[in-house]
Structures are given as C-alpha cells and as structure tokens.
C-alpha cells in the first residue's frame, strides 16, 4: 500500500516488434503529460530536420543515444518517469529490433504492466505478425516475465489507406487478438485502441479524426474498466501486489559514473532497501554496504517494491554485472543456484526436449543457458500426471523438469519470489517454454559451482 498522500509506484514497459512506434508514442505523452518540455521536443525536431528526421521529435526523447538516433530505432531499454493523476509510473521504452531482444527482455522483466505498440502502416502489421517478427514474441515474453496487465495500441493510425482507417483497425484488433490468444493471453482482459503517437491522436485525450472509435473496453480478472485514450488505459490499469517477501533488487544494468564510480541500476521486487545497510549479492556471494541510493536522480534513504533505482555499492567496479540479485545480509540473503526443478508448458520448438537439451533462460534480469537434466513428468493442461520419466516433451506438453545453469545463476522458487520464480526459455529470438520453479537447490556458502558434468551427475540420480 501506498502512504498516504503518496501515489502508488507503476512500471510501465512499452514493447512491440521494430519501428512499431513505441518511443514516438511514449515521447508524445510525456509531452502531453507535462513530463518533458517544449523546448526538448523543439530541440529534436530542428536536430531531426537536419538529420532528415524531423518526425523524431518525439522518438528522441527516449532514443537518445548517437547510436539510435543514427539507426532510427531504440537499442537499450530507457526508463523514465510520468507522474498521472493516479500512479507515480516508471515507463521502459524496450528496442523491437531482434539484435536487442536481451536488452528488450531485461526491461520487461521490470513491468508490472505491457503497452503491445502494433503498426497499422501498410506492410508492418504484416511484418510484425509475419516470419521473424516479434510482436507476439514480446507480448508473450513480458507477460510470463510479470506483466499480466496488457494493452494493446494499433499506432500509426495516420499512415494507414486511407488515414484513420476503421477497417485496418478492426483488422490489426482482429490479428493481435489471434495472437495473443495462442500465446496465453485473453485478449478479452486487453484494451485494443488505436493512436497516432506522431500526430496525437487518442494519446492523452480522444481525438475527432478516429471519430468512429468510442472508447475502449476491457473485463480483467480485476472487473470491467473502459476509456477513450492511452492515458486512460494506464490509469485504468490495477498494480500487483507486492507482498512481504525479503529484499530481492534484480540488477538491470551498471553504469560507471565520473566522480562516483559504479552504479548498478535495478527494480526492488520485493522487500525494502535502505542506505546503510548491509546487503549480499548473488552469484557470487560478495557482502557490502549499500553506500547511496538514488529514484529518478533524486537521493533517497530508502526504496520499496516497484521502484527503479541505482545504488551505490561499497565493492570495485567490475564487481556487478546485469543479471545479479542483492538481498539484505540478514534476512533470507539470496544464493546461487545449482540447479533447479520448474513446471512447464512447451510452447513452440523445432524439434523435442530430451534430457541434454539447452536453451536460453530469462528469469528477472539474467538471461543464462541452461541445460536439461532430467524430464521428470509429462502433464495434461490441468497438471494431471499423464506419463512419469518421459523420454521427450514436445510442442504443446507440460511437465516438471530438472535443469541446470550453464553459467553462474540466482533464482527463487516462484511461490516464494514471483518475480525470480516464472521464466522464459528461448531458442534465440523464439520463446520455446515457459515455466516457474517449484525448488532450488542452492549453493551453500563459501561452495564453488562445480563443473556441468558433475552437476549433471548429481542431479540426474
């Protein structure tokens, strides 16, 4: 809960394939919002005039990057604040592009809700949908990751033949709905609304050029919610519960500061962080004292669940790396993992899943390769046992499994820490299993990882 006279804290990750248009429309709603000035966006536009980009005015205040400005999309998930009339958001504009998909992932793993960014422009509904796209890959990925609140905006709605098309509208609708059906996803609990975030239209408020949309409805598990603009879905949106669990802060990224030295920037996904205090990060198992902490550039003596932040960690630099978990030293600290046993359901592979399969794991902000060891069980939809020690799973099954990290590796059974407890197994850029962790087997302390093929021996038997 909220302390009075304080908004709940929200984050807020825009995904949706490349060139879909999520920085444009998180750039004009922070402009509309008050959130950024007039004269940055002025800013942009003159720069992006002269770089034969003047529609990026509103793209370039999350790609801010040379590099991305350059390309024309985001490479790097950029967070930034957005203060509603309900909720203190952190918003995370993700890259579409697939060399970034790590980079997109890590910053899903962050939200508590999904903004799915669709092109209705002719030919990019088609690409995002098509081979090689990523539009349900993403929503998919976000949605196991944590972000079980999702909208849906079909963008570029200016550029569609004719402009303002109701007809290519329905049609998008029509086909994200599909999709995210057959990823899991009920599409009756989404917002489907259309927007121009170029142009405005259905951003911050309803506009008359999209004068056959009335508004959009949606019944989640949380009761019926209904709106007419992007804003209005955000507000609409109910944050999760985040418990009483310890302190879990899953690090993001680490960047070197003149002057200051590393800082590691992370999500608290449960618990409270406080400068002062002494903290344990894994793998690795290093013990220190947390020097600073920082919201928003803002210093702050403490964070609770839900708030990005970076902190300031009495260690070398070079010590934190993206994918790390911190946790208070004296209440339940966290460890590395040796190995573990999950549920899971087969979404899509090429071929089956045997014992000495691997695949990606993205689990908070680690995405580590991970090894089968043992197949368990086979299960039925409704997690009756339907075969014990299976010798394969394929597309479509369920079942418990065994793994093993193939590189150092901190989860947590998903009872316990949801956010370090559900996870994505990927082939690449597709999402081949979902799944959460039903147990742990955790290296005690001072315990070095041993060698895959002894691991393997270990909990195969």
Not at 198 to 205: H, S
Not at 269 to 284: F, M, T
Not at 432 to 441: D, F, L, M
Request: hydrophobic share 40%; net charge neutral.
């Amino acid at each position: 809960m909220a302390a009075a006279g304080k908004k709940v804290r929200m984050t807020v990750a825009f995904i949706g394939h490349v060139g879909s248009g999520k920085s444009t429309a998180i750039g004009h709603l922070m402009a509309e919002c008050g959130a950024v000035e007039k004269s940055l966006i002025d800013k942009n536009e003159k720069e992006g005039e002269l770089f034969g980009k003047p529609s990026s005015k509103y793209a370039w205040v999350t790609d801010t990057l040379p590099e991305e400005r350059a390309l024309g999309h985001s490479v790097e998930s950029t967070i930034c604040r957005l203060e509603t009339d309900k909720f203190d958001m952190q918003i995370i504009d993700t890259p579409g592009h697939l060399t970034y998909l790590q980079n997109a992932v890590t910053g899903m793993a962050q939200a508590d809700v999904a903004v799915l960014v669709v092109s209705a422009a002719p030919g990019e509904l088609e690409a995002g949908l098509g081979p090689g796209g990523l539009t349900k890959e993403h929503a998919v990925l976000a949605h196991t990751l944590g972000a079980k609140r999702v909208i849906v905006v079909i963008s570029k709605m200016d550029a569609t033949e004719p402009p303002f098309s109701q007809k290519r509208f329905d049609a998008a609708k029509k086909e994200v709905a599909a999709a995210l059906k057959s990823g899991g996803i009920n599409p009756k609990g989404v917002a489907f609304l259309p927007i121009s975030g170029l142009k405005g239209d259905n951003v911050y408020l309803a506009a008359g050029r999209c004068s056959w949309f009335e508004g959009w409805t949606a019944e989640p598990k949380t009761g019926p919610i209904s709106g007419t603009s992007l804003l209005s879905a955000l507000n609409a949106m109910t944050p999760p519960d985040r418990g009483d669990a310890p302190l879990r802060l899953s690090v993001e990224r680490v960047l070197e500061v003149k002057g200051v030295g590393a800082v590691s920037l992370g999500r608290v996904e449960s618990g409270v962080l406080k400068a002062g205090s002494q903290v344990v990060i894994s793998p690795g198992g290093f013990t220190c004292e947390v020097k600073s902490i920082e919201c928003h550039h803002t210093r702050v003596e403490s964070a609770t669940a839900g708030d990005v932040v970076g902190l300031c960690l009495d260690l070398p630099s070079g010590t934190i790396e993206r994918g790390m978990v911190v946790g208070d030293a004296e209440n339940d600290p966290p460890r590395e993992c040796e190995g573990f046993t999950a549920q899971i359901m087969i979404r899509t592979t090429p071929g089956v899943i045997r014992v000495g399969s691997t695949a990606t794991l993205d689990c908070g902000t680690a995405h580590v390769p991970v090894q089968f060891t043992v197949l368990e069980s086979k299960l039925d939809r409704k997690g009756k046992l339907v075969e014990s020690h299976p010798i394969e799973l394929k597309s479509g099954d369920a079942g418990v499994v065994s793994m093993v990290p193939m590189a150092p590796l901190c989860v947590e059974v998903y009872a316990e820490f949801a956010s370090l407890g559900r996870f994505a197994l990927r082939d690449q850029s597709t999402v081949v299993a979902v799944g959460v962790i039903k147990s742990v087997k955790k290296l005690e302390k001072n315990q070095k990882m041993p060698k895959l093929s002894s691991a393997l021996s270990a909990l195969g038997n």
